[in-house]
Structures are given as C-alpha cells and as structure tokens.
C-alpha cells in the first residue's frame, strides 16, 4: 500500500475536499435506502454500504460537478445514484462469482441467501432510476442508463470470454470497459454535464473517467495473483479459481509452450485444478513477464486519465483526480 499515512492517500484527501457534500451523498443514501415493507432490503444493503468501501464513483461525480462549477443541489442525486448502481452490480457480481468475501466481510449471499442478493441488487437499480430522473436532466438520464446496460453487457460477455483461452486483449478490455469503466466515465461524464460545463469539458471527463477505471480494474486483476488478502479485502487467487482470463494471464498464454498451454488448458478451460496450480500459474506468469507487461498498460492508462485532465480548469481537485490516478497504479508494489 505504499508508505504515505492515511491523510496522504488520494482518495482520503478526495474524501476530506468532498466531504460535506459526501455527508449528504450518505444521508439520501440510507434515506432511499429504507423499505418499510421489507425488512430485508436495509438490512443487505447496510451491510455492503457501510462495509467501508472507498466511496470512489460517488466522489468522481461530485469532483467533477465541482471542478466544472456547479453550486447544487442535484450532483448530491448523482452521486447517491452512481453508488447505488455500483453496489447493485456488486450484489449480482457475488452471486454469479460465488464470493465469499468482500471487503473484508463475508458477502450478502453468504449471510443472507442468493435470491435476496439478486433481489435487493434488483431494488437498487430501481432505486438509482428514481433518483436520476429528480434531476429533470434527459441527458443525465441517457448516459447512466446506458452505462447501466453496458454494465450489464459486459458482465455477460465475461461469462462466455471468461474460460475460453481464444479471449484476446481486446476483449479484455471490452469487458473492463463495460463492467468497470462504464461507471466510472459516467460517474464523472454527468458531473460535467449537470455542472453545464462546455462539450470539451465533458469529454475530458468522460476520457478521465473511461482510462481511470480501466487502470483500477488492470490493477485489481494483477492484485489477484500478487497481492495481499488485507489488501484486497477478497481471496488471492480467486480470479484463478473462478477461471477468470484476467490481463495477466491473457498475456501469459499468448506466449505459451505446449506444455504451458496444456497447464491452462487444464486450469482454466477445464477447470481441473489441484494444490500448488496458483503457485505455478504465477511462475509462468513471471517467466513470461507478464505481470509487469500488464502493469506497464495500467501505467500507461494512468497517462491517459492525466492527459485527460490537462483539458479542464485548473482547480485543487484537478490535481487530486491526478493523484487519484497516480495511487490507483501504487497499490501494486
């Protein structure tokens, strides 16, 4: 995690910058949240929304609203909209992936059951509609319910790329794109666009927020064969056994001898995995240098994301989305 104490991490000065409008984020938030019919709904839902998670997407938003000079009241609906469809998509994620941990915690579906993790996700995504359309704003409108479907897409395309060892970067990042960066470019694109910012503002957003998401999923995916359980609140490893073709290996298997293919063949097509698979995926992955290949590219989207920042006004917040993007990277050694 790098050396800096807590005040010095990006998204804890975000938080600090942010953090009288994120109170009222969090207030509507457990105010929508609420069902007085069923029971079930607050209970799931607390337990994913309080469980800590960074609060990134709903920041992105409100940082983009502000960096564009918007005064309110409707970045706070945006915000609140952007994590409610983020912790729907991560409620439905845990069902089809089978988790057991997220963020450090045992999943909903482990301490509830599947139905009411698909269900309460359903109730979210609704919730989030709701909440969108109090802006009156069509085209706010329009660029979160079509993330939403990408989203959506995306996580279907994983299923059928996810085993087949044909998947190629491309794809990869099609999936990135529709599962993570999706939220991401919209999250930030609509705090532009309720700010009424000029057209090459919103883009710029939108370009910082597609590359920053991109970079945060290349990330997670190398943090899975090389990082710690602390810090990554999940399993390491789980990407390997659910027999996700994640970046890393994706490159690992494009320069496979007979002998290595046959080892992913068996692993990740088959599924057939037995003790000490994870630790030899990880020697071949290193062989090839494939693990800092991929790093590289993560690198290389963080430069993007910058770059996209150069086209809006100079502001502290400007800097700290720089930052942002600088860190997303450092949390691999």
């Known amino acids: 995690m790098g050396l800096h104490d807590r005040t010095q991490k990006p998204h804890d000065q975000l938080g600090a910058w942010l953090a009288k409008d994120m109170e009222a984020v969090n207030a509507l938030i457990r105010d929508r949240m609420a069902s007085e019919h ?9 337990h994913l929304v309080e469980a800590g998670g960074k609060r990134l997407r709903p920041m992105l938003t409100l940082a983009a609203a502000q960096l564009c000079g918007y005064g ?46 698909v269900l309460v996700g ?38 059928t790329a996810a085993q087949d060892l044909a998947t190629t970067e491309d794809i990869y990042l099609k999936v990135v794109r529709g599962k993570t960066a999706a939220l991401f470019s919209a999250a930030t694109e609509v705090g532009g666009v ?8 919103v883009r710029a957003l939108f370009d910082y927020g597609d590359a920053l998401g991109i970079a945060f999923q290349i990330v997670d995916d190398l943090l899975d064969y090389g ?32 002998e290595e293919r046959a080892f992913w063949v068996r692993t990740i097509e088959k599924g057939k995995q037995q003790d000490g698979d994870l630790e030899q995926a990880q020697a071949i992955m290193a062989r090839h240098g494939s693990m800092a290949a991929a790093r590289q590219d993560a690198l290389d989207w963080t430069a993007t994301a910058q770059a996209a920042l150069s086209r809006l006004p100079d502001h502290p917040l400007r800097a700290m989305l720089a930052d942002l993007a600088d860190y997303v990277v450092a949390r691999i050694n």
Do not use: C
């Not at 069923?38 to 607390?46: C, N, S």
């Not at 390491?236 to 290996?249: A, H, I, M, S, Y």
């Open 122 to 159: 359903d109730y979210l995504f609704a919730r989030s509609f709701q909440l969108m359309t109090e802006t009156n704003n069509i085209r706010v409108l329009s660029i979160l319910s079509n993330a939403s479907a990408v989203i959506a897409e995306g996580e279907v395309l994983q299923l």
């Open 72 to 117: 309110g009241p409707y970045h706070i609906h945006l915000a609140a909209t952007v994590e409610f469809i983020h912790t729907a998509t991560l409620l439905h994620d845990d069902v089809v992936d089978e988790s057991k941990q997220r963020r450090g915690r045992p999943t909903a579906n482990l301490l509830w059951d599947n139905k009411s993790s």
């Open 227 to 258: 990082g710690t359980t602390a810090t990554i609140g999940k399993n390491v490893g789980d990407d390997f056994r659910e027999r996700k073709l994640t970046l890393p290996v994706i490159k690992a298997v494009a320069k496979a001898d007979a």
């Open 194 to 201: 309720i700010a009424g910012a000029p057209e090459e503002q």
């Open 38 to 46: 069923a029971p079930r709904i607050p209970e799931v839902t607390a």
